[in-house]
Every structure is written in structure tokens, then in C-alpha cells.
């Protein structure tokens, strides 16, 4: 079992940036590729990206690229989305979650899950 703990969100204004952080609780972390996902009020969850166990491969969903920035530090089981340039569009539950299937935008693909995090974005 791997158990994964968000944190970073809050309320800001649009324009703004916030670092989103997720700590997994396992001794094979570097196993893992991870990934975050967001799901606004009313809207199914959506991909934002993933990063390969190595952290050697990201990629990004259309909306965030040249925004976020998603990274990882093995030695502190920890990975992390930097987020940029906010915008009211971005507001949703912000989840991190783990998989062994390779870097992918399948939420089926991931096998564990965090509660989430709330990020709001004021206009």
C-alpha cells in the first residue's frame, strides 16, 4: 500500500502561484511513476501531468503547459507541481497519485491515490 498525503493549496488571486506538494509513504517511491489530476465542481477529474519513476519524463495537459511545472525528489518521497500564472480555470481539488504503468494521462492507469487539495483562484 502506498499512502499519499497533498498539500500546498489555498486561495489566491489570479495571476498568482502556488506549489502543490504530495509525500508518499513507501520504501520503493523511486518504483513509481506519479502523476497529478484535478476535478473542478461539476466536471469529471482530469489529467494535469505525470512524471516517470526516474522523473527523466513529463509531460503536460494542454491547459497547464508553459504554466506548471511537476517534479520529484526521490530521496524525500515527495513530488511536487509548481503552478504559475493561476487562473480562475484552474480551481478545483488538486489529487497525486502513483502507478507502475508508465507515465500516463489514464487515471485507470494509477493505482493510489491522495485525498486532495483544495486550490481556489479568485478573478
Known amino acids: 500500500q502506498v499512502q499519499l498525503v497533498e498539500s500546498g493549496g489555498g486561495l489566491v488571486q489570479a495571476g498568482a502561484s502556488l506549489r502543490l506538494s504530495c509525500a508518499a509513504s513507501?520504501?520503493?517511491?523511486?518504483?513509481?511513476?506519479m502523476g497529478w489530476f484535478r476535478q473542478a465542481p461539476g466536471k469529471e477529474r482530469e489529467f494535469v501531468a505525470p512524471?516517470?519513476?526516474?522523473?527523466?519524463?513529463?509531460y503536460y495537459a494542454d491547459s497547464v503547459k508553459g504554466r506548471f511545472t511537476i517534479s520529484r525528489d526521490n530521496a524525500k518521497n515527495t513530488v511536487n507541481l509548481q503552478m504559475n500564472t493561476l487562473n480562475s480555470e484552474d480551481t478545483a481539488v488538486y489529487y497525486c497519485?502513483?502507478?507502475?504503468?508508465?507515465?500516463?494521462?489514464?487515471?485507470?492507469?494509477?493505482?493510489?491515490w491522495g485525498q486532495g487539495t483544495q486550490v481556489t483562484v479568485s478573478s
Open positions: 512524471i516517470s519513476w526516474s522523473g527523466g519524463r513529463t
Open positions: 513507501t520504501r520503493t517511491f523511486s518504483s513509481y511513476d
Open positions: 497519485a502513483a502507478g507502475g504503468s508508465g507515465t500516463s494521462e489514464f487515471d485507470y492507469e494509477y493505482n493510489f
